[in-house]
């Protein structure tokens, strides 16, 4: 569709959505033909016309040549680009979740039908990660990690600037607009994990269940593990990696202990950065905003015209020999409460036992494959743990 | 020549064709047909075969699908790659002079031949940012600035880190191999420029002549400037600058005094760093070593494997309406000697002028189009300018 007017189906007039709406309504290459909403009847700020809830009659209308799918519903999101893709559309989403748990799928119904997928404001709001990826690394990438959601990055950074908790850090964020309602997705690390499957997978061409990998999150996190932090000169980031070893990958999502030498100590408030590693290049580092309607919208428009150039991700990398495995020791900082929190905890090195009258925690080594299994041990526990992997303490 | 296998026809064989073909000799995919060096019979550290000094001869091989040029001298450059896309081959080119003194003249040779140039590696080293620029901004971006040159960037990490005058500083970056012998086109910031108008180009479509743009070095930087920098908490960073201001574009290479908030504060060495200011997604920072023949070599390959999976640039930005202009007011800070140093000097306004025992400096508001005119004065005077815009003492 080069050249020709871009004739846009979108789904979902949320902040993004609405965001979209005003920067493009006064190009004339671009043309909302129909916007699908949940409630045909809510009051909106800004005056809408074309408004339907019919999301077949969009999917099907021949005049519409792109759909934006921008809802947070996972499901809704799944049947939106399914139908769109079986059709030979091209379409842009932002869906995260939708995507990293649908890979295959996804990748195949563009080849089987024709149509385009781009995803850029899926993963790390308007860092261009994706096209980078796509575009510039060949398969000499070692290993790809960063701080991949600005809410949680934004709650450590209130956490370590000021002297408050993490109900108080989440309350802020939420009021700032960087969490939702329900921060789970964000503070769990579960935001993050999606963002990590959907880059690993233009990084090194693995396709990872989300639900294979170990995800520890920040909702933890006391007052007690900042001290410990700033002790040892360092800050909590929550930190998403994947790096090969022997040939296979180990992915994870786990708060980190990071010292000032490091370019992520500096990755503050709702920003987002992304390093990656590499044969070559030896190192590459990425930052920019991570949360918000405008950096996401921004990422949808690059989507919006590169989709309307003819661009689209080669799907050359794809490599399903490469495996995940959770067979990597990790060292790790765990806060606990009593003693026999950690009992179900076999460590395979354990470096110190620190029990204080305000906090305890075992420093040690264990695989990550034990770790999966004791998450619920650590959250029904309240513990906290980190990953002290890269510091010498 | 999407799956078939790459014919490389290589001209130059120094650090960064070397390593380029140590790296891609094992690898199926690749054959050198023919390696064009200058001297046939100079004794080398690889054993390579196929060695041919007539350009020609390997220009007109049909055999060959795809020309690597890698030689410094910049008029055979702009031969080979002129010759090469007549004839509608495909070309990877890292010569940033020649590309951007010539910029016009090879959009139309792809354009009316057929042929594709790509030249990641002429900007910025390892870093992506030609393909980022192509594939990610659209049209809204509104500045690009940053560390373009590692070679003058470890030269200033030296003069910051350690209490040695500019002479040993240079001397150390010639031995680690990050200066040439002749450090002009490095120091003398023209090596930065060439960069600013190629990233410039894919940022804006403004297409500008080098020889325009106002472009001022580090060679006559001495310890009195560092002290100056040091005493205000700032560090001095040789900066390459273009942004869009009322419909024009202003564009400078500078030293510049860098206040520690600034990310560009903290690169180092010889790493590039790039900063990127946009309407909607704020501002993106983007870093990795910008100097060496492995970071130049790995993004060499990426254009290799980029125009093997048929990638050209769009060339879809070009703004021939877009004009440089230099008609705009700088604050600068001008170390000089005595005072009739600075006699023709129209400073529109005066901020402070300092005469001590040891250095006497002069800050005040001038326009740059004035200063362009002053430039031999500068140099032939020993004068050390740098710029004080965004920071304020």
Redesign the interface.
Known sequence: MENSKVNIGLFGFGTVGEGLYN?LKTDSKYCFRNICVKNENKKRSVDISNILSTRSRIINNSNINLIVELIDDCVVSYEIVKSSLLKGKNVVSANKKMIAYNLKEIINLQKDNGGTLLY?ASSC????II??LE????T?IESISGIFNGSSNYILSKLFSEDIDYEYALNLAQERGFAESNPLSDVGGFDSLYKLVIISYHAFGVIANPDDICVFGISNIRIDDVKFAKKHGCKIKLIASSRIIDNKICMSVFPKLIPSSN?LY?VENEYNAVLID????????????GAGA??T???V??DI??IS?G?RY?N?KIDESLKLSNDFILRIYLRFNCIKDIAAFNFVDTIEIFNGSATNYIIGDIYISDLLLLKKIIEDNDLFIMSLEDVNL
């Open positions: 920067i850029e709001g308007s860092i261009p096209k980078c575009e510039s690394y060949g000499s370019d500096s590499g044969k070559y290049f030896d190192n590459h580092y990425l930052s920019g905003k405008k950096p919208s921004a990422a428009i690059s015209v590169s150039k661009y080669s050359c």
